[in-house]
């Protein structure tokens, strides 16, 4: 493949890497002062979040355990079903603990909210959720998100561990691709 500028295949850039951050230390100061003196299991979606959680993780001041977990979720195409398939879970045993799922971006919340119920599931103390992105018009269950970073129009975004057909996860800014790219 042609190196090029990667940015430049966006139409439209929605957040910036200095916005991204930005967001990001503001909602590490909330989890410090919500998690003072625990240690928190926090739970990364791959493979969107990697990005999420290596900059939420680096920007806490405070004790915490990564771990992660790979899901697919069954459906035709672009669209989420709700039924979610395990690849990779968890090494952790959740019993007892303050779990923080870290997730990249809420469209439906049908793969979330799976998921909150499969980790309640086992046991722990609490089930939050930090995600960078909600597509406030796209939602078709209610989540109660305690830590979100952005509301974003309902648009096909990639960037900061977003993908298209698994690549632009490695820009550091969020944008809408140019028409261009899909055809
Ligand atoms: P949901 O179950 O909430 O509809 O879908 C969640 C998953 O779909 C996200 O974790 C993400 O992997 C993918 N997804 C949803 N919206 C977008 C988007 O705008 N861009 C990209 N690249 N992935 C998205
Ligand atoms: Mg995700
Ligand atoms: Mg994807």
Same mark, same amino acid.
């Given at each position: 493949m042609e190196s090029h500028n990667i940015a430049g295949d966006l139409e439209e850039v929605l957040l910036t890497e200095e916005q991204i951050q930005g967001r990001l230390a503001e909602l590490a100061r909330? &989890?410090?002062?919500?998690?003072? @003196?625990?240690?928190?299991l926090?739970?990364? /979606?791959?493979k969107g979040a990697v990005m999420v959680m290596a900059d939420l993780a680096r920007e806490l001041n405070m004790q915490v $355990?990564?771990?992660?977990?790979?899901v697919s979720s069954y459906g035709s195409g672009t669209t989420s079903s709700g039924v979610v398939r395990i690849l990779k879970d968890l090494d952790s045993d959740l019993t007892g603990?303050?779990?923080?799922? /870290?997730?990249?971006? &809420?469209? =439906?919340?049908? $793969?979330?909210?799976?998921? &909150? =119920?499969?980790?309640?599931s086992r046991g722990p103390e609490s089930v939050e959720i930090c995600a960078?992105?909600?597509k406030p018009e796209a939602a078709r269950v209610d989540i109660d998100v305690k830590y979100l970073g952005f509301d974003i129009p309902n648009k096909f975004? /990639? @960037?900061? @561990?977003l993908d298209y057909n698994e690549q632009y996860r490695n820009m550091r800014s969020v944008g809408i691709l140019?028409?261009?790219?899909?055809?």
């Open positions: 909330q &989890i410090e002062a919500d998690y003072a @003196g625990e240690n928190v926090l739970v990364g /979606v791959l $355990t990564m771990d992660w977990m790979a603990r303050k779990v923080l799922i /870290v997730e990249d971006i &809420i469209d =439906s919340g049908l $793969t979330l909210s799976w998921l &909150i =119920s499969n980790l309640k960078l992105l909600r975004v /990639v @960037g900061y @561990g140019a028409p261009h790219i899909y055809s």
